[in-house]
């Protein structure tokens, strides 16, 4: 019954911006984190941000930080990621995740700390 449906990829050329965001619809429990993830062509899902729901505190892979931010807003059930500077390995399918209140224990920086994953979008960074 949980769907996450992102949206706001596209393809753009190296230094600009994008802003993902991240809609969350049919919840029957409390949301303990919402987080990033990407996949880059040939390579495995990586981690880029996480943001907790009670509170808010964010953690970034190393690669995103100070150009990547990522925010929610409870009332719509939404989560962005606004990034910045965009480089050609920021290339990837873009997941939203989310990882309810019964998974507080777990490692949110990690793909086993979530529940639920969107269908992705895509994210096109040309050099």
């Known amino acids: 019954q949980v769907q996450l449906v992102e949206s706001g990829g596209g393809l753009v050329q190296a230094g600009d911006s994008l802003r993902l965001s991240c809609a969350a619809s049919g919840t029957t429990l409390s949301v303990y984190a919402m987080g990033w993830f990407r996949q880059p062509p040939g390579q495995e899902r990586e981690f880029v941000a996480t943001?907790?729901?009670?509170?808010?505190?964010?953690y970034y892979a190393d690669s995103v930080k100070g150009r990547f931010t990522i925010s929610r807003d409870n009332a719509k059930n939404t989560m962005y990621l606004q990034m910045n500077s965009l480089k050609p390995e920021d290339t990837a399918v873009y997941y939203c995740?989310?990882?309810?209140?019964?998974?507080?224990?777990?490692?949110?920086?990690?793909?086993?700390?979530?529940?639920?994953w969107g269908q992705g979008t895509q994210v096109n960074v040309s050099s």
């Open positions: 995740a989310m990882a309810p209140n019964s998974h507080y224990y777990k490692n949110i920086r990690t793909r086993s700390g979530y529940d639920y």
């Open positions: 943001i907790t729901w009670s509170s808010t505190t964010t």
